[in-house]
C-alpha cells in the first residue's frame, strides 16, 4: 500500500526524498520504497521518519 501519508507530510515540510533520507540515515531509494509500499520499514525508521516530519507513527504508517 502505497504511504501517501508519509510522501504529503515530507513535501510540506519542503524536504526532497534525499533530504528526509539524509535525516534518517538511509537512501533515497529507501524512502522511495517505503512511499511507494515496496518496503516496510523497521520500528526504528519508522520512529525516525516520525521525529523529522513531526508526525506521530499512527499519522504516517497505521493502516486503517
Do not use: H
Not at 518496503?39 to 486503517?64: M, Q
Amino acid at each position: 500500500m502505497k504511504n501517501l501519508r508519509m510522501k504529503a507530510a515530507r513535501a510540506a515540510k519542503d524536504l526532497s526524498q534525499d533530504d528526509l533520507a539524509k535525516l534518517v540515515g538511509v537512501s533515497r531509494q529507501t524512502i522511495n520504497s517505503i512511499e511507494k509500499g515496496d518496503y516496510n520499514p523497521t520500528i526504528n525508521l519508522c520512529i525516525a521518519i516520525c521525529k523529522e516530519l513531526d508526525r506521530t507513527l499512527d499519522e504516517l504508517f497505521w493502516e486503517e
